[in-house]
């Protein structure tokens, strides 16, 4: 009982109609869907539902369902229970999944930055945080917002590059350019490329060129722990 992730292929598309395959405890699954559900850091994404009589149903957040993309969307506490197999019309509340999109793309822009190893991270639409394993004391604020407004202002288009576990074995030069191993076992690994700056496995939502996210300021630089030194960002202009 997978879903169509809409969003791998297209962080773009806002809406999307559906069919519903499950109605749990836990949230409803469709056939396929536009809704990013909580992972890698990013926030689940909210929006609506909207049944085939107009009715509309709020979608509070979105989390993994049991299994490989299976996806649980859930519905506003006293919501109507949906049919299995009736038709839906999806509503993604789009400011605040751009708000996602250009924040996490800023922190692929912020691991460059700050070069030393991330052992944390987190994005919610208002901020969004790296943890690294480095000295307090080489972490300053007004050089990394300058150099990462530098990387926003000079623009890149992001790419999204599949690639088999296979082909990754056959490219050691290119796992040597990755800040992250990529995880092994899956059959394909997806990446994504900031020619020229980034190249790291991650199944999230970009902004299509990082000029996008328009700048960052950095809220807070402080230790959470001997190998967690974090740096927290905001939107210059949400
Ligand atoms: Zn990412």
């Known amino acids: 009982m997978t879903s169509a992730l809409l969003f791998r292929d297209d962080a773009y598309l806002r809406t999307a109609t559906a069919q519903v395959l499950a109605v749990g405890d836990r949230g409803i699954e469709l056939d396929r869907t536009v809704f990013y559900p909580l992972g890698g850091g990013q926030a689940g994404d909210s929006g609506t539902l909207t049944r085939a009589d107009g009715e509309r149903l709020s979608i509070t957040d979105t989390r993994k369902g049991e299994g ?3 996806v649980l969307h859930l519905l506003a506490p006293g ?51 790296l943890d ?62 900031i020619p020229g700056i980034d190249l790291q496995p991650c199944g999230g939502t970009h902004v299509a060129d990082v000029a996008e996210i328009g700048g960052v300021r950095v809220l807070k630089i402080r230790s959470e722990g001997k190998h967690n030194k974090r740096v927290e960002i905001a939107l210059a202009a949400p």
């Open 68 to 70: 490989p993309d299976r």
């Open 132 to 193: 690294f394993d480095i000295d307090l004391q080489q972490l300053n604020a007004a050089h990394i917002e300058r150099e990462t407004n530098a990387l926003i202002r000079a623009g890149a288009a992001t790419e999204t590059v599949w690639i088999t576990d296979a082909e990754l074995d056959q490219q050691p030069d290119l796992v040597k350019t990755m800040s992250v191993q990529p995880p092994r076992g899956a059959g394909r690994v997806r990446l994504l490329r």
């Open 79 to 129: 919501s109507p229970v949906l049919q299995v197999g009736e038709p839906v019309t999806l509503e993604l509340d789009w400011l605040r999944r751009y708000q996602l999109m250009r924040l996490h793309t800023a922190l692929h822009l912020l691991s460059c930055v700050i070069t030393a190893p991330v052992t944390g991270g987190n994005i919610v639409p208002e901020k969004a945080r």
